[in-house]
């Protein structure tokens, strides 16, 4: 059973003349236990799909699934990791974990066991008393993640987790991530500009196409797991990557006004 | 160097030319031989004080009364208000220019109503006092709250935190800084808008002592009065910055600043 399946998701902004539409019927799966990568040009709604999903915003018409069900009215429907930590600053590395679940419904006792049991696991007790601020950006981005992987919802959206950090912590990060995953195997939609990510990371990449955005191309990865970080210097990789650019490279002509 | 030697350090100035200026006005009465009716020296002003020390005691007394109660209740309808603002948008739109309009009534203009109003108790002067103060914690609270991170926002809305945990997980601590800001300006209003209130109508206070003082030629005790007042008011404001300090003690601690 797919643990999100969306069919012909549309959504449009403003009213009359003004009107755009975002998505044009956008039509994708995540399996159980699946990585999948969701790469496009920018402005080609991939925040507003994650709105959608994540219950912030109501499709026009269309179908979110989760689990087999039409999805329940209210957001919190899944496990959610943004570009910005969004750490609350007056609030412990802990104290922020232990939040989000509480809000997910875990009760007090509960929500600090997974809190310290999960600083543990990530070897990141060594911050679980350090506020926000004095961590770096690769640091607050562990924290994050960890945050969003205790969470109990089957699906974890990561909305380009590793966006706005330099490319050195980037790449460490990804590594981490991989290795994280390939242990955890959650389902995860993963929205990124980078193709290089989305092909070290996924099992499957989706190209959205410019507004209004539909999925255009679907690719199966077919690395086999675990995968090395040393994947980039596979010949298929190269491959692959090119193939990639060139389908993101037909999009971002056709929005070129003659 | 420890960091009560640089405490002292910074202390140093401010006290060098205090002094200096005292020792110059003490000179420049004797020298020119003014009389004390017009302007006395700050010895006579310390003399005439000590002698009247009971019954400044007394108005000081009554005064801190009044202070700590119109601070204390104007804060906390700018407190209630500014909350009630931030969460009822419509009620916001509403009120808003009523609560800025409510400012630019001339205290001394409005005194004399109250007194007309609720007779000479302490009542009138209170609510002078809760009018001044009341403006600029609701001001701030309402500023603070408003102001919350987007990006915050939307992370707690997307994990299912509701309008009440979005309120009190993160837009009240996140006002916390500028609300504190408001309260000390409030702070420094309250001693002066209660001298102000025991001036136009009262038979005790500072304010009273003062004007009885003024009106008996009694300049040096006008003079303390005075001195009294703006010890209060720093008292006051001191009181505030310690609470500040204990509250956010997770902001990050700026670089000494020398």
């Given at each position: ?87 609350l600053p007056w ?40 506020y926000?601020h ?125 | ?78 407190l209630?208000?500014g ?53 600029p914690v609701?001001v701030a609270m309402l500023g603070g709250l408003q102001g919350a991170d987007?990006?915050l ?17 993160l837009e009240l601590p996140g006002a916390l800084p500028q609300l504190f800001s408001g309260l000390k300006i ?54 505030v910055a310690?609470a500040e300090k204990l509250t956010l003690r997770w902001r990050p601690r700026k670089?000494?600043?020398?």
């Amino acid at each position: 059973m797919n643990v999100l399946e969306i069919r012909n998701l549309r959504k449009s902004f403003g009213s009359g003349g003004r009107r755009v539409e975002v998505l044009g019927g956008v039509c994708l799966t995540v399996g159980e236990g699946e990585f999948v990568s969701l790469v496009g040009p920018s402005g080609s709604g991939k925040t507003t799909l994650l709105s959608l999903i994540g219950g912030l915003e109501r499709p026009d018409s269309g179908e979110i699934m989760l689990a087999g069900k039409p999805a329940s009215e209210g957001a919190g429907r899944a496990a959610y990791m943004p570009q910005q930590a969004a750490l609350l600053p007056w609030r412990t590395v802990r104290g922020n974990i232990e939040l989000a679940l509480r809000i997910a419904g875990r009760d007090r006792a509960e929500a600090k066991r997974l809190a310290d049991e999960g600083l543990r696991r990530l070897g990141l007790e060594a911050y679980a008393r350090s506020y926000p601020h004095v961590l770096s950006g690769g640091m607050q981005q562990r924290v994050s993640f960890l945050r969003a992987l205790l969470s109990p919802q089957p699906l974890m959206l990561l909305d380009e987790p590793f966006g706005a950090l330099d490319a050195l912590t980037r790449q460490r990060m990804q590594r981490w991530l991989l290795s994280l995953w390939e242990e955890e195997r959650r389902s995860v939609l993963f929205v990124t500009h980078s193709i290089e990510e989305a092909l070290l990371l996924s099992d499957r990449v989706l190209v959205l196409s410019a507004s209004p955005a539909v999925v255009v191309r679907e690719l199966q990865v077919p690395f086999a797991r675990p995968r090395s970080a040393m994947l980039g210097s596979d010949p298929r990789f190269g491959e692959l990557k090119e193939s990639l650019y060139e389908s993101l490279g037909s999009l971002e002509e056709g929005d070129m006004p003659l | 160097m420890d960091s009560r030697t640089i405490r002292w350090r910074a202390l140093l100035p401010p006290v060098v030319v205090m002094a200096a200026f005292l020792l110059l006005w003490e000179a420049a009465v004797r020298l020119s031989g003014t009389e004390a009716w017009l302007l006395p020296a700050p010895s006579d002003i310390a003399r005439d004080a000590w002698s009247a020390r009971p019954r400044l005691a007394q108005h000081t007394g009554a005064t801190l009364s009044l202070t700590l109660l119109g601070f204390a209740g104007g804060a906390a309808a700018g407190l209630l208000l500014g909350a009630v603002l931030h969460l009822l948008p419509l009620v916001r739109s509403g009120f808003y220019p009523l609560l800025v309009l409510s400012q630019n009534i001339p205290v001394i203009a409005i005194g004399p109503l109250l007194v007309i109003w609720f007779g000479f108790g302490l009542l009138p002067k209170l609510l002078l006092v809760m009018l001044v103060c009341f403006f600029p914690v609701c001001v701030a609270m309402l500023g603070g709250l408003q102001g919350a991170d987007p990006g915050l926002e939307r992370y707690m809305r997307m994990i299912g935190a509701g309008r009440w945990r979005r309120f009190l997980g993160l837009e009240l601590p996140g006002a916390l800084p500028q609300l504190f800001s408001g309260l000390k300006i409030a702070a420094s209003y309250s001693v002066t808008s209660a001298v102000v209130a025991e001036w136009i109508g009262s038979d005790r206070g500072l304010g009273y002592f003062m004007l009885l003082s003024s009106k008996g030629f009694k300049t040096s005790l006008v003079f303390a009065g005075v001195a009294l007042v703006v010890m209060l008011s720093l008292m006051l404001f001191a009181a505030v910055a310690g609470a500040e300090k204990l509250t956010l003690r997770w902001r990050p601690r700026k670089e000494d600043g020398r």
